[in-house]
């Protein structure tokens, strides 16, 4: 069975994305210090516990637990939080990602799935997003999955690794088995937070921004559910390892709905409606983010099945009334 190390598999993502590797005949080995996932989210192979940063742990792991590929999840990711903390962004996402290469170069393992982000493209000129759109980030945290896609090519022309770059909109639901879901702290997405404020676990959601030029005045985003994503990665590792070319995808859906209709669902979902009140708009927010998915549909054969929005709320809502 082929090994993969998934760092940072006990968090949200990538905890779907071990269960997607699985059903694929892979084994899954989770690296993960545990500093924002869940031992429970490790279900479907063995969790080393530890942090990216120990160089000694991850050559050790790489070679003993006979490593053929890697899927790189582990980040910190959130956005107000790396223009406060720079340095805490730069020191986990970049450098602790460049001792991860360094590790897999020394290894002889030439795959790897990473995770970037639609915060590369900053504000974006045009929607929907294509790939070569400039990538001119407005934040920190952008700018660490920048500096690593960077990397990754750079790397990849000298030490012969291969790599996809795959740059996640807005990642949504759960497993739809409610084996997994997202379990952020402290949580700032809109959906868990939507739905804990209609089930009356949180105080009334705050739409951030009500004067955007949107249909509704509230911002647009392009949601996909979380397996989806998984699924998506397991497409790219098959291509990496079956010899296939580098590549830069993004991962959404195409369409974009915004922050009140995300609402109008949810109430729909809940049978009730969600509470909420205005506020100003969040620093950095642009007013829409939508993917041209068509990359990802072309190259690695991807097809988002889950990721309409009542399925995203309905998987979503099952997790969070566990
Ligand atoms: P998450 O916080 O749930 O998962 C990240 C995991 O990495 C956690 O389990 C954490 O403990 C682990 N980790 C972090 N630093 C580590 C280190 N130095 N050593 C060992 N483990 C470490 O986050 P997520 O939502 O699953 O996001 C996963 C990846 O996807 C991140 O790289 C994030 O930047 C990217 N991403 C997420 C979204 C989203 O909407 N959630 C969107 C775009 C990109
Ligand atoms: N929003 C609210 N109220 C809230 C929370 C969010 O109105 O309480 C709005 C935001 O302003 C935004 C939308 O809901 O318009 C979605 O916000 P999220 O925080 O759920 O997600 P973001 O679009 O801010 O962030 C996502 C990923 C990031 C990635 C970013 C790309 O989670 O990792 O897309 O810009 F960086």
Redesign the pocket.
């Known amino acids: 069975m082929t090994r993969v190390l998934v ?9 779907h994305a071990c269960k997607a590797l699985a059903r694929a005949g892979f084994m899954p080995v989770t ?8 031992e429970q ?1 490790v279900r479907w192979g063995p969790l080393v516990k ?4 120990d160089r000694a742990l991850l050559g050790r792991l790489l070679t003993e637990e006979k490593i053929e590929a890697v899927m ?6 959130y956005v107000g939080e790396s223009v406060e903390q720079p340095a805490k962004y730069y020191a ?2 970049v450098t ?1 990602t460049l001792g991860l290469l360094d590790a897999m170069r020394d290894a002889g393992i030439s795959s790897i799935v990473f ?5 590369t493209y900053g504000t974006p000129e045009r929607n929907p997003i294509p790939e070569d759109h400039p990538q001119l980030p407005i934040n920190p ?1 952008g700018e660490t ?1 920048l500096a690593v896609e960077r990397a990754l090519k750079w790397y990849g022309g000298a030490y012969g690794i291969r790599w996809a770059a795959l ?6 639901g759960a497993d739809p088995d409610g084996e997994t879901g ?3 702290d402290p949580e700032t ?1 809109l959906v868990p937070l939507v739905l804990e404020a209609g089930m009356g676990k949180r105080p009334p959601v705050k739409l951030f921004g009500t004067d955007y030029p949107t249909p509704d005045g509230t911002a647009v985003r392009d949601y996909v559910h979380v397996s989806d994503l998984a699924d998506a990665h397991v497409l790219a590792l098959k291509r990496l390892m079956a010899g296939g070319e580098s590549l830069a995808a993004n991962l959404g859906t195409g369409d974009g709905y915004s922050v009140r209709q995300i609402l109008d669902e949810a109430g729909r979902a809940l049978g009730s409606p969600i509470p909420h009140e205005n506020a100003p708009r969040r620093a950095g927010d642009p007013a829409e983010l939508v993917a041209d998915p068509s990359l990802a549909m072309r190259e690695l054969g991807w097809k988002p099945t889950r990721s309409d929005l009542p399925t995203i709320l309905k998987t979503a809502l099952a997790w969070h009334r566990r």
């Open positions: 760092a940072g598999g006990a968090g949200y993502i990538g905890s690296l993960d210090s545990l500093i924002n996932g869940h989210a530890g942090d990216l940063g790189h999840f582990a980040a910190y990711l986990n996402n602790n995770s970037s982000s639609a915060a945290y999955k740059r996640y909109f807005n990642a949504a997202e379990a952020h997405h």
